[in-house]
């Protein structure tokens, strides 16, 4: 199954990464980042037909709302391996300010649906 | 899943550390640094390749 690859890789690569973090710090964050970026390229193309299937079905439901959750699903993955990969490297502050980033923009693409709710309240309330 | 980029990056660090130890006890420091900086800049300017490719994959999966 694909779980056993994936924790096989990762595996050997946080033994390589303590391995190569025992002679060069900083070469252990550029093998950090490549073992993540590898990872995640792995899980993307896991993910693409599971989110080729939720945009297909969305058409029943009306289609934008689900472009807005997948676009605020992609900024969460992104910003999420920004801020583990600073917090390994003993970045808090940094960490900390992406996390923050990726909220303000997580709203800002939020907001039209919160607008449509409100809009059908008050029409409900009239 | 390419675990070779990170067997690759291991192998030159592992490499440039092995050098930079040997220049130190010969008595170069700054050779030392400069191998570890030029190591440095060919393990980033692959990465940068694969990070750019990370972000246009993205981008088209969450048509963000």
Redesign the interface.
Known sequence: MEIF??IA?AI??MI??S??KE??P???I??L???S??????V?NL??PI?AWIIQYSAYINQDSF?II??A???A??AQTAQDLCKDSGMNALANKIELASRCLLLACALPLFQTILESLVTFLQ | MDIDLVFKIAAIGIIVAVLNQLLIRSGREDQAMMTTLAGLIVVLSMLVQQISDLFINIKSLFNL
């Open positions: 690859q994936i890789f050997v690569s390589l990464i391995l190569v002679f060069l900083s070469y252990a550029l093998c980042l490549a073992c970026i590898g990872l995640l390229f792995y993307l993910l693409e989110i472009k997948l676009k699903g992609g900024i993955i992104v």
